[in-house]
Nanobody
């Protein structure tokens, strides 16, 4: 069974940091472009960051660029999202996803594999 499992969410004060993780089960994250999306209550799911499959290149939404860092540890079959200088507007459920192309894209509807999400709450 192909699965992604996120963890590491929680409550953090504005200005603080948090690292969330995504472990692949039944799939090797090294063979996918990996991405993080987030969804706040009543809002659409939005792109946060992606890591290309074959290169160290990454791509970020403007709202998180310079504050968030996506990375992968293929030996642990895990993708991370390091979130620094968090803002109340970053509060959401964060989802990990895998795209079976080298680059993926920013469109959530085109990702075939998803995790169940991990909640991030930012207090002001």
């Amino acid at each position: 069974q192909v699965q992604l499992v996120e963890s590491g969410g929680g409550l953090v004060q504005a200005g603080g940091s948090l690292r969330i993780s995504c472990v692949g089960s039944g799939l090797a994250v090294s063979t996918y472009a990996m991405a993080w999306f987030r969804q706040a209550p009543g809002m659409e799911r939005e792109f946060v960051a992606r890591a290309y499959r074959d290169y160290d290149s990454t791509d970020y939404a403007d709202s998180v660029n310079g504050r968030f860092t996506i990375s992968r540890d293929n030996a642990k079959n895990t993708v991370y999202l390091q979130m620094d200088r968090l803002k109340p507007g970053d509060a959401a459920t964060y989802f990990c996803s895998a795209h079976d192309s080298p680059f993926g894209n920013r469109f959530s509807t085109e990702y075939p594999v998803w995790g169940q999400g991990t909640q991030v709450t930012v207090s002001s």
